[in-house]
């Protein structure tokens, strides 16, 4: 007990005393007195609860002794609370301005692939409304077949998907899904129509420039292949001229012809002819058109394959997939080197390697190489003579996606790399010719 709690209760039983003796009644004025002071805690108590249950937004006030600390304590306690509120509605506010601000469309799914949340740019993209469709299956609301795959099979991982917008034409989304907590997981997306516009406005001008090159070059590289074989007709200080004209008419050719098959494949277009494309065949083609720089090099070219497996696919695709990294592993292994080339089938695929101890590449530039243009040193990439023009894995890359399959590239450098393309079983057919 307060000592000033202690002193009113000493001051009611002496007015108590005082009245007892006056009025000759002792006892009835202490019980009087006491029953006073209960009184007045009472009412004190009655002031508290009623602070309490009321939430009153005033500052608690009255009481004395004990209950004078109480309402201070519960003042301070009151006001620390209220400003921790404002501060979060603040934060909060802030929140919500920025994710309607925000351009992409922001959707919050639990682990049912409901509806938690969403922006108010998902009903732009994605027909998601918040808060109309809380709790709402996200594959009921956007019935793309697509996008149901890419929610059921991504469970953990961040994925991307890139789909036209089913809300609106002429639009095309870039979907993210990633966790989000521990039962939450969040998708975005984002409309990336005017980066296909641009990359489309590219493609269309490479594609239109490269059309218009290729036949004054055809002409410029048929002369200079005559003049070349009439060398006896020319005058002796015209020859290095005219073979270097030749060589560079030659260069620029294979530069337009990779570049219209790189628009070619670049336009989305899907296989114009599913057929069946024997490995071995291709592989012998491709082998015998660098056969020629392999004997120059004294390259040992070993081949492993299975006869019998056959893919689906586009020969003209797979054949150019195929050249291109042959050729690379002849251009790349130095004299006297070995080039090893597989072709068979696996438990879960059916795998092209090419395997050279060539002069590698370094991890730094592993991921780069199917880049287009991108060539890790230009006097490296000329280490032999007609090496190409950076775009030969970047085909590859591209016809690799075309099939469904995976293209792997394990190398080190000095001591050589391995390039495997694992076509996927279902896209694949084993037959006995
Ligand atoms: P390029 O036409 O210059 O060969 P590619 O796109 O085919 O272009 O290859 C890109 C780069 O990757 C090459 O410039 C080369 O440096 C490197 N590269 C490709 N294949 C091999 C290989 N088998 N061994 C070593 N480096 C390679």
Request: proline share 3%.
């Amino acid at each position: 007990m307060r000592l000033g709690d202690f002193w009113r209760l000493v001051s009611f039983l002496l007015i108590g005393l005082v009245c007892g003796l006056l009025f000759g009644s002792l006892m009835l004025s202490l019980i009087l007195a006491l029953l006073l002071y209960v009184a007045r805690l009472h009412h004190d108590l009655h002031l508290l609860s009623k602070w309490i249950g009321g939430r009153s937004s005033s500052e608690l006030s009255g009481g004395s002794g004990i209950f004078e600390d109480l309402s201070y304590s519960l003042n301070q306690l009151f006001l620390s609370h209220q400003r921790r509120r404002k501060k979060l509605s603040g934060v909060l506010r802030q929140f919500e301005e920025a994710t309607s601000a925000w351009p992409d469309a922001i959707v919050i799914l639990n682990f049912s692939d409901e509806v938690e949340w969403a922006n108010p740019a998902a009903s732009k993209y994605l027909d998601v409304r918040w808060p109309e469709d809380k709790k709402q299956r996200i594959t009921n609301l956007v019935r793309l077949p697509l996008l149901r795959t890419f929610i059921e099979e991504n469970q953990k991982e961040e994925e991307t998907l890139d789909i036209a917008s089913p809300t609106k034409s002429n639009t095309y989304l870039s979907l993210l899904l990633g966790p989000f907590n521990d039962t939450h997981r969040v998708l975005l997306a984002r409309d990336t129509t005017l980066i296909r516009q641009a990359d489309q406005a590219r493609s269309d001008f490479v594609a239109n420039v490269s059309h218009e090159l290729k036949t004054p070059l055809t002409v410029l590289k048929g002369y200079a292949e005559m003049l070349a074989e009439q060398h006896d007709k020319c005058p002796t200080e015209w020859l290095p001229a005219i073979e270097h004209m030749r060589v560079h008419a030659n260069q620029m050719s294979e530069l337009v012809d990779s570049l219209l098959e790189l628009s070619r494949l670049d336009a989305g277009q899907p296989l114009a002819k599913i057929e069946k494309v024997n490995g071995e065949k291709i592989i012998t083609g491709a082998c015998t058109a660098g056969q020629v720089l392999a004997v120059n090099k004294k390259l040992k070219i070993e081949l492993q394959i299975d006869q019998n497996t056959i893919i689906l696919g586009s020969k003209q695709e797979v054949y150019s997939a195929f050249s291109n990294l042959i050729f690379n592993a002849i251009h790349y292994t130095p004299d006297g080197g070995t080039v090893v080339i597989r072709w068979s089938k696996k438990a879960k695929c059916i795998s092209f390697e090419v395997e050279d101890n060539g002069i590698g590449i370094a991890p730094e530039h592993l991921n780069r190489v199917t880049e287009r243009f991108y060539r890790i040193d230009g006097a490296r990439s000329r280490l032999s003579d007609g090496a190409g023009n950076g775009l030969g894995l970047a085909i590859v890359k591209h016809i690799v996606r075309r099939h469904g399959a995976s293209l792997r590239i394990v190398s080190k450098i000095g001591v050589g790399s391995c390039f495997s393309i694992d076509f996927p079983l279902e896209e694949v057919l084993q037959e006995r010719e």
